[in-house]
C-alpha cells in the first residue's frame, strides 16, 4: 500500500491476484502475467505488435489500471504521463498513458515485494539546463 494510487482495497486485490511473488524470476514476468504488454506477431523479419494481450487475471490488470489513474499525479509518474498524453493525442493519449503507469506500477510492485521494502523510487529527472 506504500505505492501511489493503491489503497487498501487493491492493495489486497493485487496482492490476492499475484499470490507468491517468487514464481516470477523478473518484474518483466510479472508484466507478462497482467497482460498489460502488446500482443506481439511476429514471422521472420516482421514485427507487428498488436493490442493488450489481456492474458491473466482481469482483476489485476482493473486493479493496475485503477492503481494508475491516480499514480499518474505522482511526482514520479506525472512528467511521463503528460509526455504520452500529449504525444497521442486527446482520444487515444490518456488511455496509452495509464497502461503505461500501471506496467511501471506492476515493476514496481515486483521489486518492492521481493525485496520487502516500501516503495521508495528515485527522484524525477530534472530537466536539462541549456547553457
Known sequence: MSAPGIAWVLGYTIAAEIGD???????????????????????????????????????????????????AHHPRYHNHYQATKRRLGRHRGPAVARVEVARQLAEAIWYMLTKQERFAPARPHAPALVA
Open 21 to 71: 511473488i517468487s514464481r516470477f524470476a523478473s518484474a518483466k514476468k510479472l508484466v507478462g502475467y497482467t497482460g498489460l504488454c502488446p500482443r506481439v506477431y511476429q514471422s521472420g523479419a516482421r514485427d507487428h505488435r498488436g493490442p493488450l494481450a489481456k492474458n491473466g487475471p482481469k482483476y489485476l490488470r482493473w486493479a493496475l489500471i485503477e492503481a494508475a489513474v491516480h499514480a
